[in-house]
């Protein structure tokens, strides 16, 4: 009984023993562990006391850059606005070019048209100037003609040029009924292309040519003076009509033409 007690005491004791060891191996593994975790803690808490401060610095950076963003955004929001009125002036300058390009358009045509006209208008004038001074140069040619032709009919018109034979007192001496010719000298322009001549009795019949005849003959030629025209040469001729008949008194009047034009007079008076 006494054995068996010992021997219980013996295990009791040998498991105190043992849970006593057991306790303490656990109480140093508790340490350990809390020691572990205290400085897990520790390297927590400064871990979270980095990340806090880590956390401001991101926070205070983010309030920056929000910041920077609202003031970049109001910024872009005035850039936008500029823009916007940039973007209406210049459509409103393209459509005063618009307007500017389609008026110098119209203008060019308008131009274009009145520079057709001008050359039109021009090629016009050049021509009517054309036709004018032809027309000028031929009326000039015309007027040398005319005055030359005025020139040689003042020098070969003879006019009633009155010849008559007359004694000192004053009186005819030349009866009409003792002429057998009338002689006349006088200058004319150039030649008488195709001359003719008539007499007229004093009460302007004319004289048949039963009556008698006329017959004229070149005596020499000199230049005729015309200013600065080129003028022919003057003509001297003898002029002569010789009567069949006897006429009676009176002024007789003796026509020169020159190819059916009239030449001039010439007035013989006899008593």
């Not at 003719?196 to 020499?220: E, K």
């Amino acid at each position: 009984m006494k054995s068996a007690l010992n021997i219980i005491l013996s295990l009791s004791l040998a498991g105190a023993v043992s849970l006593i060891f057991i306790a303490k191996d656990t109480k140093d593994n508790l340490d350990r562990h809390l020691k572990a975790s205290l400085s897990n803690e520790d390297s927590l808490t400064k871990k979270s006391q980095s990340l806090e401060k880590e956390s401001k610095k991101f926070k205070s950076e983010a309030d920056s850059l929000a910041s920077k963003n609202s003031e970049q955004q109001k910024t872009i929001g005035q850039a936008n606005s500029k823009l916007f009125a940039m973007g209406r002036e210049i459509t409103n300058a393209r459509k005063s070019v618009d307007e500017v390009n389609k008026k110098c358009v119209d203008l060019q045509k308008d131009w274009e048209k009145q520079l057709a006209g001008f050359k039109s208008t021009s090629t016009q004038l050049q021509q009517d100037n054309k036709g004018l001074t032809d027309k000028l140069t031929e009326l000039s040619e015309t007027n040398n003609e005319l005055t030359k032709e005025l020139v040689i009919a003042h020098a070969n018109s003879k006019d009633n040029i009155l010849i008559q034979s007359m004694k000192k007192n004053g009186s005819l001496n030349v009866k009409g009924k003792k002429v057998r010719k009338i002689v006349t000298s006088l200058d004319v322009c150039g030649d008488l292309k195709n001359p003719a001549f008539r007499i007229f009795n004093p009460n302007g019949i004319p004289l048949s040519d039963q009556m008698g005849s006329f017959d004229y003959q070149t005596i020499n030629d000199k230049p005729m003076l015309g200013g600065g025209l080129s003028m022919p040469k003057s003509t001297k001729i003898n002029l002569t009509y010789s009567l069949k008949k006897k006429i009676g008194p009176g002024i007789y009047r003796i026509e020169m033409l020159n190819d059916n034009k009239h030449a001039g007079n010439i007035l013989v008076n006899l008593r």
